[in-house]
């Protein structure tokens, strides 16, 4: 990654109440945050509202980082996707009983506004290469892994969605991670 | 028994959220005291990661970096420590006013208790004149009741008493009037000369306010032969074993 300061230093920083550290933080990962989020919840509003809701989390709760178990960005990762989540099966509760209702609802009304090629989560080069392992896996773990990772659905909905045997499903998650594991340490 | 194999699946599957709950508590219990199992659980998170990082990067609009600062500073506002001490000083307010009200109820209520022992005190008091009294008109009753009159001598010649004997009951009751009050480090003592005995006998001591009048109970009489004479003397307060001086308020014989 290339910014002037180093990322361990941000949140120890923010948790001493610096601004500009915070304002670094939100411009170095807003980018793969949203695209996280838009990801999940398909929808710019509530992706926006959710990014807020990570963003202060981090600010109010910067003290609580701990670098030995793991980068900034995968907490901030972590934060934002468990919220993400979150809204998404509240909305498909919500969505369930409006259906319930007999009203017709569009689940995914919206989409993204805008991208950018811009980033420092991560290079270019390496997302092409992880791009590539995610192209390697089979359709059908692959389908699996993102049902699970950014639907939140357990191995018994992911199951009933694609109609197959839970042991299926099971194996194809595990073998996916597994290869993406394996793809993971090559680049290393 | 499950395998580090079967761990390290079911870590695959934890780092994408997909382990059911059963399994994630095992692996989480198995963690903590395995080494290569944590590493791959390590492992397999990064690997998760990945599928982010594959995501094309989204941009958010101005408004929202805007939006988010303001809120972070509501939030920061909301931990401010200057309203922690404003509700820190509330709350200390809030209790300092409560234990207040504790203590002044406690104060109320030894006030009150130390009203009611007073008034238990008074009650008993009241009690023993009433035995008095009864003890009393119970003697001025009795048909074998005797009445010695004691004159006033030089030294209070207005003044005079009436002694109620009751013989069978060996127990006399004894009325002055227009004794002078004594004063605070005197007594007045009654005494009984006795026919078989050469000394005096203390038959009471008592006090005398202004009004001049006082009343005793003599119990333990010796038996009425024996009785002499009664006179009353002056002695330090409490009274003495025997009289100190032969000053006379009050005297006169038994013999009727």
């Given at each position: 990654m290339n910014t002037s300061v180093p990322a361990a230093t941000l949140l120890p920083a923010i948790a001493r109440g610096d601004v500009s550290a915070f304002e670094t933080l939100y411009d170095r990962y807003a980018s793969t945050i949203y695209a996280l989020l838009l990801r999940i919840l398909c929808n710019t509003d509530d992706a926006q509202e959710v990014l807020q809701e990570t963003f202060v989390k981090a600010w109010t709760s910067?003290?609580?980082?701990?670098?030995l178990r793991g980068s900034e960005v995968a907490w901030l990762i972590s934060i934002a996707r468990s919220r993400g989540i979150d809204r998404l099966r509240s909305r498909r509760i919500r969505y369930e009983r409006e259906d319930e209702a007999g009203r017709e609802i569009s689940v995914r009304s919206s989409f993204v506004e805008f991208t950018t090629?811009?980033?420092?989560?991560?290079q270019s080069q390496e997302r092409t290469a992880v791009r590539g392992a995610l192209a390697e896996l089979p359709e059908p773990q692959r389908r699996a892994l993102e049902l699970a990772y950014f639907e939140g659905l357990s191995q018994s909905e992911i199951a009933a969605k694609l109609n197959e045997p839970l042991g299926t499903i099971k194996t194809r998650m595990q073998l996916g991670m597994k290869k993406l594991r394996d793809r993971l340490q090559a680049f290393q | 028994m499950t395998t580090h194999e079967e761990f390290e699946s079911i870590a695959a599957l934890d780092a994408i959220g997909a382990a059911t709950s059963g399994e994630a508590t095992a692996l989480r219990a198995h963690l903590s005291g395995c080494i290569p199992c944590r590493r791959a659980r390590g492992e397999f998170a990064e690997a998760a990661l990945m599928m982010v990082f594959a995501l094309e990067p989204v941009r958010p609009p101005a408004f929202v970096r805007t939006r988010i600062i303001a809120a972070k500073e509501e939030a920061e506002r909301r931990f401010n420590p200057w309203w922690l001490a404003v509700a820190a000083t509330l709350f200390l307010a809030l209790w300092g006013w409560r234990e207040f009200g504790i203590r002044v109820a406690r104060e109320r209520d030894v006030s009150q208790r130390a009203e009611i022992e007073r008034l238990e005190h008074e009650n008993a008091l009241l009690n023993q004149r009433s035995e008095k009294l009864s003890a009393e008109m119970a003697a001025l009753a009795a048909a074998d009741t005797r009445t010695i009159s004691l004159s006033g001598q030089e030294v209070a010649p207005s003044a005079s008493a009436k002694v109620f004997l009751e013989p069978s009951r060996r127990r006399a009751i004894v009325f002055f009037t227009n004794l002078p009050a004594n004063p605070n480090d005197k007594s007045y003592q009654l005494w009984i000369i006795r026919a078989d005995q050469p000394k005096p006998m203390s038959a009471g001591v008592f006090d005398v306010t202004q009004s001049g009048n006082a009343s005793i109970v003599i119990e333990n009489l010796p038996v009425a032969t024996e009785i002499k004479a009664l006179a009353v003397t002056l002695e330090p307060r409490g009274g003495v074993e025997q009289p100190t001086n032969t000053t006379f308020y009050v005297a006169g014989n038994a013999s009727m």
């Open positions: 910067a003290k609580m980082f701990d670098a090629g811009s980033d420092m989560a991560i | -």
